[in-house]
């Protein structure tokens, strides 16, 4: 509650909260692109031609794939469509920024909850509250909770997909306990590609700790993520196979982003011109060092007295993947 509140007070940039960044009007637009379809439309929102027509990216190119999928765009577009006047509600253009940012601030605390959390379930009351505490003074964590763009509903969904993981095999691993998971994890994929990265921690870590005994719960993990995100994106309705393979090969064709580091601008190109050290070095440099200190002083302790060592892996294996995101999707 204290971080969700500590966001939206500095949401509004009126009152010292920051300027439009550039993602934001164009994440909130086709939000509200979105959500005014499905008011004008009603239930032929679900009609094959309106499908093609509501969810396609760019006006001028209506054959073009989607860059993202659609659960963060409805969420900012359904909070444009509440904080907006109601003479702008069919106006394209007019659209609200900080109504919007709510989304994210939200977003923000129940990420600082869940970690807290799961934090408190391997390791103790003063570790979850340490690590709670640690999530909301990141100050670019912080940051992006005051952005309305994907990122920070990015970061809530993948951290929850594989906490659910770890909870679905702590409370017994029944199939229905995966199936839930699996849903988590499609509600991730549903918010961007990203989301697809959280299935090879997973998958490896499952088999390392049922061995022959992971067929069923990975079939029923991987089944319920793939439908959630199915059954959730009419788009890939029109054309499963073909629109699943133009959306996920959006994961590296995409306009190239410039990074200033080491002294040089890099990705003239392409992002992949960045040094492979580039991602580690920037997340290690962005986190402050006594968190850094307290999170690697902590695994030491979990892996010295084997508390939840399994989890611990999981956990330590994901954080690696944004790592990897950032690189394979550069506006990440």
């Given at each position: 509650m204290a971080a969700t509140a500590a966001a939206f007070w500095t949401i509004d940039p009126a009152r010292g909260g920051p300027g439009v960044t550039c993602d934001e009007p164009y994440h909130v637009g086709y939000g509200?692109?979105?959500?005014?379809?499905?008011?004008?439309?009603?239930?032929?929102?679900?009609?094959?031609?309106?499908?093609?027509?509501?969810?396609?990216?760019?006006?001028?190119?209506?054959?073009?794939?989607?860059?993202?999928?659609?659960?963060?765009?409805?969420?900012?577009?359904?909070?444009?469509?509440?904080?907006e006047p109601s003479a702008d509600h069919d106006q394209p253009a007019a659209i609200s920024i900080v109504g919007p940012r709510f989304v994210p601030a939200a977003a923000f605390g129940l990420l600082v909850f869940i970690?807290?959390?799961?934090?408190?379930?391997?390791?103790?009351?003063?570790?979850?509250?340490?690590?709670?505490?640690?999530?909301f003074l990141v100050p670019r964590v912080f940051g992006h909770a005051h952005l309305a763009a994907l990122d920070m509903l990015t970061t809530f969904w993948f951290v929850a997909a594989i906490l659910a993981a770890i909870e679905a095999h702590a409370r017994g691993g029944r199939w229905w306990h995966y199936s839930m998971a699996g849903v988590v994890w499609g509600l991730a994929m549903l918010t961007r590609l990203s989301g697809v990265?959280?299935?090879?921690?997973?998958?490896?870590?499952?088999?390392?700790?049922?061995?022959?005994?992971?067929?069923?719960?990975?079939?029923?993990?991987?089944?319920?993520?793939?439908?959630?995100?199915?059954?959730?994106?009419?788009?890939?309705?029109?054309?499963?196979?073909?629109?699943?393979?133009?959306?996920?090969?959006?994961?590296?064709?995409r306009q190239s982003i410039k990074v200033f580091y080491a002294g040089t601008?890099?990705?003239?190109?392409?992002?992949?011109?960045?040094?492979?050290?580039?991602?580690p070095v920037?997340?290690?440099?962005?986190?402050?060092?006594?968190?850094?200190?307290?999170?690697?002083?902590?695994?030491?302790?979990?892996?010295?007295?084997?508390?939840?060592v399994g989890s611990c892996r999981l956990s330590v294996a994901s954080c690696q993947l944004p790592v990897v995101s950032c690189r394979l999707s550069p506006d990440n």
């Amino acid at each position: 509650m204290a971080a969700t509140a500590a966001a939206f007070w500095t949401i509004d940039p009126a009152r010292g909260g920051p300027g439009v960044t550039c993602d934001e009007p164009y994440h909130v637009g086709y939000g509200k692109r979105l959500v005014t379809a499905w008011r004008t439309q009603g239930l032929e929102f679900f009609l094959a031609a309106n499908i093609a027509k509501n969810f396609h990216w760019e006006q001028d190119r209506p054959d073009a794939p989607p860059v993202h999928p659609p659960l963060g765009h409805w969420l900012l577009g359904w909070m444009n469509h509440w904080f907006e006047p109601s003479a702008d509600h069919d106006q394209p253009a007019a659209i609200s920024i900080v109504g919007p940012r709510f989304v994210p601030a939200a977003a923000f605390g129940l990420l600082v909850f869940i970690v807290g959390l799961a934090t408190l379930r391997m390791a103790g009351p003063l570790a979850g509250t340490v690590a709670a505490a640690g999530v909301f003074l990141v100050p670019r964590v912080f940051g992006h909770a005051h952005l309305a763009a994907l990122d920070m509903l990015t970061t809530f969904w993948f951290v929850a997909a594989i906490l659910a993981a770890i909870e679905a095999h702590a409370r017994g691993g029944r199939w229905w306990h995966y199936s839930m998971a699996g849903v988590v994890w499609g509600l991730a994929m549903l918010t961007r590609l990203s989301g697809v990265l959280v299935a090879p921690p997973v998958v490896v870590w499952m088999i390392w700790r049922l061995r022959h005994r992971a067929i069923v719960p990975l079939l029923t993990w991987g089944l319920a993520g793939a439908g959630t995100l199915f059954a959730s994106w009419p788009w890939l309705w029109l054309d499963p196979i073909g629109h699943t393979m133009r959306f996920l090969a959006t994961g590296i064709n995409r306009q190239s982003i410039k990074v200033f580091y080491a002294g040089t601008v890099w990705g003239d190109a392409t992002d992949h011109q960045a040094p492979w050290h580039y991602a580690p070095v920037m997340f290690a440099v962005a986190l402050p060092l006594g968190l850094l200190a307290l999170g690697l002083l902590g695994l030491w302790a979990v892996v010295r007295r084997q508390l939840s060592v399994g989890s611990c892996r999981l956990s330590v294996a994901s954080c690696q993947l944004p790592v990897v995101s950032c690189r394979l999707s550069p506006d990440n």
